[in-house]
């Protein structure tokens, strides 16, 4: 079967020599094409660790973890920004850029894909913030919108790509109920419609409904 996310035996350590400390014990997980995937878990348990090595921003030190069938151990710096732009990040803090609208917010991701025409750059950010709700606030600055509306660019920003894999950091902690609703919802249905796959980090359990699958880790190690 091929699986959107395979890893295997996965261990990651913190420190060297004496002063290593693990991190991460035996990691086992397999993500679905198309499946949400909820992660929860004391903080530093591991969870944020997890997310990073996934999403390529950590090197895999010993195991096997495969991303769209690329295993990352030993990658290549080309390969890796290849894979890397096959992926969504949508993080706790929306990480916009001030001096930019939400529209040039979202274009900077198409940017990163050569085969994407420029001439659809306007077309498709603007669809995508239309999606998650956002149509009347395209050329509003991240000053002038509320923090829900921050985090429905940062989803928009992550989305407009079509990636076909999505990772959450605690995208609803910063928030209120209602816009953490929102915000999860949004996530849910772009992932259904795009058919991606979702892993999602997160301490809220008002949102845990949309998984598919719950899984939660604790000192290094996933809990069955």
């Keep these: ?28 997980l ?27 921003l950590r090197s895999v030190q010993e195991g096997s973890l495969k991303i769209l069938g690329q295993e990352l151990q030993g990658i290549s710096k080309k390969q890796l920004t290849k894979l890397r732009n096959q992926i969504g990040y949508i993080f706790q803090h929306h990480n916009l850029l001030n001096c930019l609208s939400a529209y040039s917010n979202v274009r900077m991701s198409l940017k990163l894909h050569p085969q994407i025409p420029k ?39 992550a989305l407009v790509t079509q990636p076909k894999l999505v990772l959450a950091d605690e995208p609803t902690a910063s928030l209120d109920s209602k816009s953490g609703r929102d915000v999860v919802n949004i996530i849910q249905h772009l992932a259904q ?4 796959s979702v892993l999602l980090v997160t301490h809220d359990n008002r949102i845990l409904d949309i998984a598919d699958r719950i899984i939660c880790m604790e000192d290094g190690y996933l809990q069955n």
């Design 1 to 28: 079967m091929n699986y959107t996310v395979a890893v295997n035996n996965l261990n990651h350590y913190f420190g060297k020599e004496k002063l290593r400390k693990p991190v991460l014990n035996n990691i086992s």
């Design 30 to 56: 397999e993500i679905n094409s198309g499946e949400i995937i909820i992660l929860t878990g004391p903080s530093g348990s591991g969870k944020t660790t997890l997310l990073s090595l996934i999403g390529g």
């Design 119 to 157: 001439s659809q750059y306007r077309k498709r950010s603007v669809a995508i913030l239309e999606s998650v709700g956002l149509g009347s606030r395209v050329d509003f600055y991240p000053e002038e919108l509320s923090g829900g509306q921050k985090q429905r660019v940062a989803i928009a920003r």
């Design 193 to 196: 419609e795009e058919g991606c």
